[in-house]
Nanobody, 124 residues
Framework: QVQLVESGGGLVQPGGSLRLSCAASSGGAFEQYTLAWFRQAPGKGREFVATIHRTGDSTVYADSVKGRFIISRDNTAKTAFLQMNTLKPEDTAVYFC????????????????WGQGTEVTVSS
């Protein structure tokens, strides 16, 4: 099965940007996986952020991040990215990368493979 490792989190001021990465290993061909980003703020449930088709040709975003975040992938490098711009304090959360082998979905239950998460804090 695929193993996912997130990186790129940190502390950033409101209005700033961060780029998260999700590196995959094992699990066969990277391009067989639909990828997604979720986040979990302190005391809250896991929330869908964005997902990208296996080919990279189609994406879906949560309304809360639409126009500010961009999900992308490099199948050769076996890596997915989440470019986060115009960050707000309410974007503070642990961000998780997830994968499945069938379809783009906005629910966490549709993804059997998860990384450990990377923490993002937006604060002045």
């Amino acid at each position: 099965q695929v193993q996912l490792v997130e990186s790129g989190g940190g502390l950033v001021q409101p209005g700033g940007s961060l780029r998260l990465s999700c590196a995959a290993s094992s699990g066969g061909a990277f391009e067989q996986y639909t990828l997604a980003w979720f986040r979990q703020a302190p005391g809250k449930g896991r929330e869908f952020v964005a997902t990208i088709h296996r080919t990279g040709d189609s994406t879906v975003y949560a309304d809360s991040v639409k126009g500010r975040f961009i999900i992308s992938r490099d199948n050769t490098a076996k890596t997915a990215f989440l470019q986060m711009n115009t960050l707000k304090p309410e974007d503070t959360a642990v961000y998780f990368c997830a994968a499945n082998t069938f379809t783009m979905a906005t629910t966490s239950g549709a993804y059997p493979f998860w990384g450990q998460g990377t923490e993002v804090t937006v604060s002045s």
